[in-house]
């Protein structure tokens, strides 16, 4: 895993408006190679790795010979070098959402029927980082909009004056949370490699003291 990587939307890498679904990984056993620079990092790879492994089908090993590996993240299976950026500040929970991102997850928040549970204030976004908010057409596997999933912005991110970019319609504690994956993350993941009911779902709820905005 490495700490080169291009931006967009943020914290991914988009060569085009896939979705999830047309850039599925071909397996759920996923090679990855953790660069030099990063070897402090470690432990936290490891353990976000882990999250991942232990309530769905996904698993990691080291590479040996593979030229398709998980080394900020294209969307999706690209096939080759796979990067998944690890910055300086991220913490497990962080590493959890590249990692996501490179298994062919788009961001919560740019689901097309947001609007039933989100308010975009585009008046307080960064100019120039308007693309961050943009919606894609991706699959939800018929699985509810989750204000608290790992892959959702918080409310201040990229505000260009300290107010909020993102208003939840309802009352919520944990959006933008970094901390765990929640129930419906795992379902997601479970949907698109067809996990089956073999893994547990991960149904722990976000308290203030989970919240941590990124």
């Not at 996904?58 to 294209?74: G, K, N, Q, V």
């Not at 919606?135 to 409310?155: K, P, R």
Request: aromatic share 10%; glycine share 8%.
């Amino acid at each position: 895993m490495s700490n080169d990587f291009a931006l967009r939307e943020g914290d991914i890498v988009l060569s085009d408006d896939r979705n999830a679904v047309g850039s599925r990984w071909l397996t759920t056993k996923i090679p990855y190679e953790i660069s030099s620079d990063l070897v402090s990092r470690t432990g936290d790879i490891l353990a976000a790795m882990e999250m991942l492994s232990k309530h769905t089908c996904i698993t990691f090993h080291e590479r040996t010979t593979e030229t398709d590996y998980l080394c900020a993240s294209f969307v999706g299976y690209k096939g080759g070098k796979q990067l998944v950026f690890v910055g300086p500040q991220c913490i497990v929970g962080n590493i959890v959402h590249e990692v996501l991102h490179a298994l062919g997850f788009h961001h919560e928040h740019t689901r097309t029927d947001r609007g039933q549970y989100i308010t975009i204030l585009s008046e307080n976004i960064m100019s120039g980082k308007e693309k961050n908010f943009q919606m894609y057409d991706g699959e939800t596997f018929n699985l509810a909009y989750d204000t608290t999933s790992i892959m959702h912005y918080g409310s201040g991110f990229f505000s260009s004056n300290g107010l909020p970019t993102i208003v939840a319609k309802k009352d919520v504690t944990g959006m933008g949370q970094r901390v765990k994956m929640t129930e419906t993350d795992v379902k997601r993941v479970k949907e698109l490699y067809n996990c089956g009911t073999k893994y547990s779902n991960y149904s722990q709820k976000c308290t203030k003291s989970d919240h941590r905005e990124i």
